[in-house]
């Protein structure tokens, strides 16, 4: 059982296991010829392709978009945000899945209307990776220049080999988290879904 191994055995696994999905190592590459600022591959590509891999789904199955988050905080507007946007549709524009490129930088400015709640400017790429709805999701990887690659995992790989969905009450509310989680469970029955805590 691989969420039992040690986490440089874990490592290593993770590597293999994400490496099956062709098209997360395309766009791993081609991120890195974006070289946007802590870029990061992340979410649910990524935990996705090992839970279809653990339950002998092939490696793609279920996954939604590939996200592509960078931080860039020199310029908060919309129209810097949507270049980058744009000029990551052209390196992109024929793999066969949705790359989504978001600056996390800009986060703040628009979570509050999208989710109800307010949220702190990010101070990194790893900082927004922080605080998704669920631990298992808080997980991203890129390619550094050695093409050697660089994981961040703040809560470690167990749950994620062990199908384990644990909440993250950090920043997104709890309608979020149940509703994720609720979607996920329809393509991955196998999964262990907590539920979110309850404050006394």
Known sequence: MIERLP??????????????????????ERSAELDLPGWYVTAGCLFQTVWNTVTGRTPTHGIKDYDLFYFDDRDLSWEAEDRVIRAAEQVFGDVPAEVEVRNEARVHLWYEQKFGVACAPHTSTEAAIDSFAATTCCLGVRLGSDGRWRVYAPHGLSDVFGLVVRPNPLLAPR??????????????????????????
């Open 7 to 28: 986490l440089d055995e874990q490592l290593a696994a993770l590597r293999s296991v994400l490496s099956r999905n062709e098209t997360l190592l395309d766009v791993l």
């Open 175 to 200: 309608a979020v988290y149940e509703a994720k989680a609720a979607r996920w469970r329809q393509q991955w029955p196998e999964l262990t879904v907590l539920d979110w805590p309850t404050t006394a």
